[in-house]
């Protein structure tokens, strides 16, 4: 019997990307609520073993806007309070750090590109654990406070909480499962942001150029192998 994910979508433009493919790979189901259009949530989160919470320009603080976002964190909390595995990227991290209670603000520095981050060794062997040192591509503005109890997983020199854990939760403010194709949408809808002066927002080619050099499927795939032996437990 296939295991189920299910997707939250914020925009048409921040898939799953290179974890759809791993998704198939490992014969799961892959459902989706894409909240843009206001479709529905799942009934019953028991039903599902992975839950990925994407990205999306919008703010955790734009309920007035985005109405939907006042439904969606309130079914992020119950998810979290179930223990079902979830990986949030970006605006899914800061959902989560958000209903766990921690602040969701502006970064000091806006951080678009391809940028190092530095793991941050866990003393316990039950968690995850990021490598030393990784790269992988970021665009945000906002950041997020570690939620109490949880693990500071990553950070980068731009940004301080970048990768965070909370039971069975993962959150990453960065940008595992880009691949050439997601980037090339993600510059055609937020291309503008990139002409913003930050020292830590790169140029379009320079994107491209990392792009063809850098790869982080292969942390991605640790990532989505340790929440998927979380679905067994």
């Known amino acids: 019997m296939s295991k189920r994910a299910h997707c939250l979508l914020h925009v048409p433009f921040e898939g799953l990307a290179n974890i759809e493919a791993w998704l198939n790979n490992a014969s799961y189901d892959i459902r989706y609520s894409c909240l843009y259009n206001h479709d529905a949530l799942p009934n019953h989160i028991d039903d599902i073993d992975l839950i990925f919470v994407m990205g999306g320009p919008m703010s955790v603080h734009d309920d007035v806007q985005y109405p939907w976002l006042i439904d969606e964190k309130?079914?992020?909390?119950?998810?979290?309070?179930?223990n079902r595995p979830m990986l949030g990227i970006c605006l899914g991290a800061q959902l989560i750090a958000h209903v766990l209670g921690a602040s969701v603000h502006p970064n000091e520095d806006k951080e678009i590109g391809w940028f190092a981050l530095q793991g941050i060794k866990q003393g316990?062997?039950?968690?995850?654990?990021?490598p030393e040192s990784f790269d992988a591509l970021h665009w945000h503005g906002e950041t997020f406070d570690?939620?109490?109890?949880?693990?500071?997983?990553?950070?980068?020199?731009a940004c301080i909480n970048q990768a965070f854990q909370y039971k069975n939760t993962i959150g990453l403010q960065f940008h595992l499962e880009m691949n050439p194709q997601s980037i090339n949408t993600i510059i055609e809808f937020c291309g503008h942001e990139i002409l913003e002066t930050s020292p830590y927002i790169q140029s379009e080619s320079d994107i491209r150029s990392l792009t063809?050099?850098?790869?982080?499927?292969?942390?991605?795939?640790?990532?989505?192998?340790?929440?998927?032996g979380q679905t067994k437990l």
């Open 74 to 82: 309130v079914w992020l909390k119950d998810a979290i309070e179930s």
């Open 124 to 130: 316990h062997t039950d968690g995850f654990n990021f």
């Open 146 to 157: 570690l939620p109490n109890d949880a693990s500071h997983l990553a950070q980068s020199q």
């Open 212 to 228: 063809e050099k850098l790869d982080s499927s292969n942390t991605l795939e640790h990532v989505l192998q340790y929440l998927d």
